[in-house]
């Protein structure tokens, strides 16, 4: 049996599944670590200084906005990339020789 990497679909949707997949662990991972840093920073802070929870609640805090920052640089570039998408699809419509 001869093998043909045409009728192989499987390699390179594998390979495009995982890209993809990486970019949302990274995500995710980077999320976690920003959150996970700030509130044990506040918690670390509380212990030294005696004023808990109030520096961990601000922990808290500082990290939701990180988080917030994150999620919403990553919604820009997404929308920036399908925008890009789309209107290159529509160039292509207009003039199929491109």
Known sequence: MVYDRKKDKFPDQFGRSVRAM??????????AASFAFFVFL???ADTKLGTSPLLMLAGVLVGMVGMGLVLMKIVRKANRNHDLNQQQRRNHEKDPRI
């Open 42 to 44: 506040g918690y670390w």
């Open 22 to 31: 990486s970019d949302y662990l990274g995500i995710g991972l980077q999320i």
